[in-house]
């Protein structure tokens, strides 16, 4: 039986099925806006801080208002995670804060001028349990889909996620669990739903920012704590590579690439809570 899953809008809590948002939100009509998911660990909003800096950054970035405060949003977080009771350590959940521009602009992709206005954006959470999961799966490079280096929108975790569901229903009909995505200049910029860190002659590293991989913050962490560097991976993966698939909700060892054979790398769980500790 599928576990409900909360949701909050408009000062209203309830199941995120029976909720309702108007039509004509530029998030739901263009996915028009940005999300952050929060690992909920502990009974407490993991990372949250940095969560909200890049959600702040990519509203910027959108030419977006600012969202909600952080004192606001903590009050509401505490208060999602009690009511998911998901405020013990045995249990883990993944928060989603969202973000939208709201109904205000009217039809079409044009946007008014002047400065945005925070009280037409729309604000909206949703949490349910989550199952962490650090089992090795199998990836292939989408042919389909590649990241753009020169997009403002790979800069941002935006509601529009058409891309990666697109990569992830290629690889899957090649029998594989996860996509890696190739940038526009031909390599390897991060996994469908999550940043790609690689094990080559001894030392982590991860692809640059200008790659066009998304700005994670497990990534962010994992270069905090100087356990990775950046540096372009080149447009495949070698025989002798370990990779990760990382973000806020896991960490996956991957075992083969483009049915490839990997060694996995043996302590994904090990290296992702290090990251979330720091």
Not at 76 to 105: F, H, K, P, V
Not at 181 to 188: C, M, S
Not at 263 to 276: H, K, M, R, S, V
Request: aromatic share 6%; with cysteine; hydrophobic share 40%.
């Amino acid at each position: 039986m599928t576990a409900t899953i909360l949701g909050w809008h408009n000062g209203e809590w309830g199941s995120a099925d029976d909720l309702r948002m108007p039509l004509t939100d530029r998030g739901l009509q263009l996915a028009d806006g940005l999300f952050e998911t929060v690992l909920v660990q502990n009974g407490n909003a993991q990372l949250l801080s940095e969560h909200l800096q890049r959600w702040r950054r990519g509203a910027s970035l959108l030419g977006m208002a600012a969202p909600p405060a952080r004192p606001w949003l903590e009050q509401l977080t505490d208060e999602a995670i009690s009511r998911a009771g998901l405020n013990t350590a045995a249990t883990a959940g993944a928060m989603r804060l969202n973000w939208s521009r709201g109904s205000s602009a009217g039809r079409g992709i044009g946007l008014a001028t002047g400065d945005p206005d925070p009280t037409q954006h729309r604000f909206w959470l949703t949490l349910q349990p989550h199952q962490l999961n650090f089992e090795p799966a199998q990836a292939w490079i989408s042919v389909q889909e590649q990241r753009n280096v020169n997009s403002v929108l790979s800069r941002c975790k935006t509601l529009a996620y058409g891309q990666a569901i697109q990569a992830r229903r290629e690889v899957q009909a090649r029998g594989a669990e996860l996509a890696l995505l190739r940038n526009t200049t031909g390599d390897l910029c991060c996994g469908d739903s999550s940043n790609l860190l690689v094990k080559r002659q001894g030392a982590w590293i991860t692809p640059p920012l200008s790659s066009g991989c998304l700005p994670g913050v497990m990534r962010a962490k994992a270069l905090e704590q100087r356990l990775i560097k950046e540096t372009t991976i080149g447009p495949e993966l070698r025989a002798n590579d370990q990779a990760l698939l990382i973000n806020s909700l896991g960490c996956i060892s991957l075992n083969s690439v483009n049915g490839m054979d990997l060694d996995p790398y043996p302590e994904p769980e090990q290296l992702w809570q290090q990251l979330l500790d720091g």
